[in-house]
């Protein structure tokens, strides 16, 4: 399983952490950024110090640094160890303080706040295809700094445009350059045209803050949930869930489940604030569904078989909130499901 989820209590002042990152091409990068990106975060807040500020222009500034940190070390890991250098991840990560939120993202997961029953969606998909104004800007972005988009990938190998690790389309260009060459994928002429402008693939994370007073709850969650269900269709799905029982723990595990049972074959994982705003009441009517698709949404299939599940922790947070959930589920054979 290439998904992970890490959740942190401890060492930022006024905040918790919450992060998903999710790997592709192996677990190396993965693995590195689980202790690395959080500690990058402490060190760069001054243990949250920074973060106490409605500055959002100098806590993009900060936590940008604090990723291209994590990134810088991942990188220098993989290309010393000789590990993964296939590997790569995304990652979103939330900072929950008591009357705000700061996301850092980076990649395809995404956040989503419930405010009065309907979905406010934080963050775009990094993703180089699509007419949304997120992938436009990548698009061009990437084409600015020489590089290129082939079937919807940058450089035709990889789908997501902002990502930790994937050293080759990073500090190993050239040399991906002349592989490509010796292999056959682009000619000699095509190699010698391409010009090394910029970063065709960035850790560079959108910076977000926005307030809580409203929020009923926030959903993080993996891209192998938003690839089969719409962000309202969630929000509404863990109202529902919350009115019949109150148990955010099921809620979460439900939620992910439905994206499985929906023909999801991807890794699913879900994390789940709750401010305890959804009353409970067993006996209230569903909420109606409502089919129509949202602007923007593109979908996305991988091919994996099989299942595997669950693993679940809570941890405390300050402020408002009232429970903190995280599920991890996975569509793959033989996966070993873990959390933080």
């Given at each position: 399983?290439?998904?992970?989820?890490?959740?942190?209590?401890?060492?930022?002042?006024?905040?918790?952490?919450?992060?998903?990152?999710?790997?592709?091409?192996?677990?190396?990068?993965?693995?590195?950024?689980?202790?690395?990106?959080?500690?990058?975060?402490?060190?760069?807040?001054?243990?949250?110090?920074?973060?106490?500020?409605?500055?959002?222009?100098?806590?993009?500034?900060?936590?940008?640094?604090?990723?291209?940190?994590?990134?810088?070390?991942?990188?220098?890991?993989?290309?010393?160890?000789?590990?993964?250098?296939?590997?790569?991840?995304?990652?979103?990560?939330?900072?929950?303080?008591?009357?705000?939120?700061?996301?850092?993202?980076?990649?395809?997961?995404?956040?989503?706040?419930?405010?009065?029953?309907?979905?406010?969606?934080?963050?775009?998909?990094?993703?180089?295809?699509?007419?949304?104004?997120?992938?436009?800007?990548?698009?061009?972005?990437?084409?600015?700094?020489?590089?290129?988009?082939?079937?919807?990938?940058?450089?035709?190998?990889?789908?997501?445009?902002?990502?930790?690790?994937?050293?080759?389309?990073?500090?190993?260009?050239?040399?991906?350059?002349?592989?490509?060459?010796?292999?056959?994928?682009?000619?000699?002429?095509?190699?010698?045209?391409?010009?090394?402008?910029?970063?065709?693939?960035?850790?560079?994370?959108?910076?977000?803050?926005?307030?809580?007073?409203?929020?009923?709850?926030?959903?993080?969650?993996?891209?192998?949930?938003?690839?089969?269900?719409?962000?309202?269709?969630?929000?509404?799905?863990?109202?529902?869930?919350?009115?019949q029982h109150g148990d955010v723990q099921r809620a979460c595990e439900a939620l992910a489940n439905l994206a499985l049972d929906k023909n999801g074959q991807d890794n699913v994982s879900v994390v789940i604030a709750d401010f305890g705003k959804v009353q409970?009441?067993?006996?209230?009517?569903?909420?109606?569904?409502?089919?129509?698709?949202?602007?923007?949404?593109?979908?996305?299939?991988?091919?994996?078989?099989?299942?595997?599940?669950?693993?679940?922790?809570?941890?405390?947070?300050?402020?408002?909130?009232?429970?903190?959930?995280?599920?991890?589920?996975?569509?793959?054979?033989?996966?070993?499901?873990?959390?933080?």
């Amino acid at each position: 399983m290439e998904d992970s989820i890490v959740i942190r209590s401890d060492g930022l002042q006024g905040f918790s952490y919450a992060a998903v990152l999710d790997g592709h091409a192996g677990l190396s990068s993965v693995s590195f950024l689980r202790e690395e990106l959080f500690k990058e975060c402490v060190l760069a807040t001054e243990n949250g110090v920074l973060l106490q500020t409605s500055d959002v222009s100098s806590i993009q500034s900060i936590l940008t640094k604090a990723f291209l940190e994590a990134d810088k070390h991942l990188l220098s890991w993989l290309e010393e160890t000789g590990e993964g250098l296939e590997s790569g991840s995304t990652a979103t990560v939330i900072l929950l303080g008591a009357d705000c939120l700061i996301i850092a993202h980076v990649g395809d997961s995404r956040v989503v706040i419930a405010r009065g029953g309907k979905a406010d969606v934080v963050c775009g998909d990094h993703r180089p295809y699509g007419k949304s104004k997120t992938a436009l800007e990548e698009i061009k972005r990437i084409r600015q700094a020489g590089g290129w988009i082939n079937n919807g990938r940058v450089c035709g190998v990889l789908s997501v445009s902002r990502a930790f690790g994937d050293i080759k389309l990073k500090t190993l260009r050239q040399e991906m350059l002349e592989e490509g060459v010796k292999t056959g994928l682009w000619t000699s002429k095509f190699a010698s045209r391409v010009e090394l402008n910029g970063d065709w693939v960035t850790a560079a994370p959108d910076v977000i803050q926005t307030a809580l007073d409203d929020a009923d709850f926030i959903i993080l969650a993996s891209d192998g949930l938003w690839d089969y269900i719409q962000s309202s269709e969630a929000v509404r799905f863990v109202r529902n869930q919350l009115r019949q029982h109150g148990d955010v723990q099921r809620a979460c595990e439900a939620l992910a489940n439905l994206a499985l049972d929906k023909n999801g074959q991807d890794n699913v994982s879900v994390v789940i604030a709750d401010f305890g705003k959804v009353q409970y009441d067993p006996n209230a009517p569903l909420e109606d569904r409502n089919v129509g698709a949202e602007a923007g949404q593109l979908v996305l299939v991988l091919s994996l078989v099989g299942l595997e599940w669950v693993n679940a922790c809570t941890r405390a947070v300050p402020g408002k909130v009232r429970s903190f959930m995280a599920v991890n589920a996975d569509k793959c054979e033989d996966a070993k499901c873990g959390l933080a």
